[in-house]
């Protein structure tokens, strides 16, 4: 059975990246097309690619190709298109929602696609990149969505079977695409005990077992501006509860929470009679209080042993197609407060695994939060073990198991 797998571009390390490591570990020999392949920019995360066959297009060539990730989709489906799959047996198409790689020209294999969400600039969703506040980008989107809605739908009808992420995903595909999916859910794992215990921290302020148990709140992941991290970042400034946020900025947005902690510091500067105009540091930028830290992009084994002594993991996203951040805290034992909408609906339980806010308002979640704070103190609620043990129905062995058995099955 030779199996190709393809993915829209390799840049980050997020959620999707978790799934094309599951798969390439499910199908080690398969080779890895995608549009670009930008190691330099995976942080402590460069090191899984490194042995990895990738290969790219010619848009590889490219110069300043880290700054044409969003343009590129208008040319994506001629990259995708120029790839010859046609000693393949089977294509595992996994599609992030960038661009759509189901574009392929997939020969006489059998074409399945890993589907995290239809893309959501096309489908009226709240996206990372801002691009309707400038009159350009406004312009030129508007008059290529009509295409590039048709160059998707198209496109999605090459697909021989979908798996959806979700049932949330499924529900788009059907209403997208017409197009029926079965629901495996992605791989969440965590770095083995034994390696998080051993590990040596760089820095003590990640180092959790310093402080007393479950003394601070925890967010984090791709900081994009559908993740609504301002909005957490608002609330533990009104609240002053010590917060500790990790993960890579994204498009611009990580300097606009800078500006928040900023103007915050000079409201509260005004108040007191004393304007200042002291300058956010660049490394970590905090409330005047200190209660909010950024720890920028970090290890599994950094990030484990965070999400252990936490009170809670806030996770603000906006129609999340699953979220797998939320599931590895409560993988950790730690319960998540999320707001109701998306995949987490199907992920965590209310008043066991956590608990969920309704609006994206800094009154809806600082409601949440105390709401969680008077449900804590109940020795009945959010028990740890029951916690873990709730989550392991999202473990890696069975995603890569379930997803095995299903590409089998098509291929017989």
């Known amino acids: 059975m030779k199996v190709a797998i393809v993915h829209d571009y390799i840049k980050e390390y997020g959620g999707a990246e978790r799934v094309l490591e599951s798969l390439h570990s499910v199908f080690p020999n398969a080779p890895i097309y995608t549009s670009i392949y930008l190691p330099s920019y995976l942080g402590p995360h460069r090191s899984r690619f490194e042995n990895w066959d990738i290969k790219t297009s010619w848009a590889q060539n490219l110069p300043f190709k880290a700054k044409l990730i969003s343009p590129i989709r208008l040319i994506a489906p001629n990259l995708f298109g120029s790839f010859d799959f046609s000693k393949f047996d089977a294509v595992i198409v996994s599609a992030t ?12 294999a059998v074409q399945i696609c890993y589907f995290h969400t239809p893309p959501r600039y096309l489908y009226g969703y709240e996206t990372a990149r801002d691009w309707k506040k400038n009159i350009i980008t406004r312009i030129i ?11 998707d739908f198209n496109s999605s009808q090459n697909v021989d079977y979908f798996i959806a992420n979700s049932n949330e995903t499924k529900r788009r595909i059907e209403k997208f695409y017409r197009k029926d999916a079965v629901v495996i859910y992605p791989p969440v794992s965590l770095a083995s005990s034994k390696l998080a215990s051993s590990v040596q921290l760089k820095d003590q302020k990640l180092n959790a077992t310093s402080l007393d148990a479950r003394r601070y709140y925890l967010a984090g992941g791709r900081m994009a501006r559908a993740k609504h991290t301002d909005l957490i970042v608002q609330t533990f400034i009104r609240n002053g509860l010590p917060l500790k946020i990790f993960g890579k900025g994204f498009a611009g947005f990580e300097s606009e929470l800078k500006q928040i902690i900023l103007r915050a510091n000079e409201r509260e500067s005004r108040s007191k009679g004393k304007f200042s105009t002291r300058r956010v540091p660049d490394g970590n930028p905090s409330s005047s209080n200190n209660n909010i830290e950024f720890l920028g992009e970090i290890t599994d084994e950094e990030k484990d042993k965070l999400m252990a002594g936490a009170k809670a993991f806030v996770f603000a996203s906006e129609d999340e197609d699953f979220g797998i951040v939320p599931v590895e805290a409560m993988m950790s034992g730690t319960p998540v407060i999320a707001h109701r909408s998306g995949g987490v609906l199907e992920t965590v339980v209310e008043g066991k695994t956590g608990i969920f806010f309704d609006e994206f308002s800094v009154e809806s979640l600082n409601n949440a939060i105390k709401r969680f704070e008077t449900l804590r103190r109940a020795q009945s609620m959010f028990d740890s073990a029951k916690i873990k043990q709730h989550a392991q129905k999202f473990s890696k062995e069975r995603f890569e198991k379930e997803v095995k058995e299903f590409v089998e099955s098509k291929l017989k």
């Open 97 to 108: 929602g960038a661009y759509s790689p189901n574009t392929i020209k997939k020969r006489n």
């Open 141 to 151: 989107g508007n008059l290529s969505i009509h295409f590039l809605r048709m160059v």
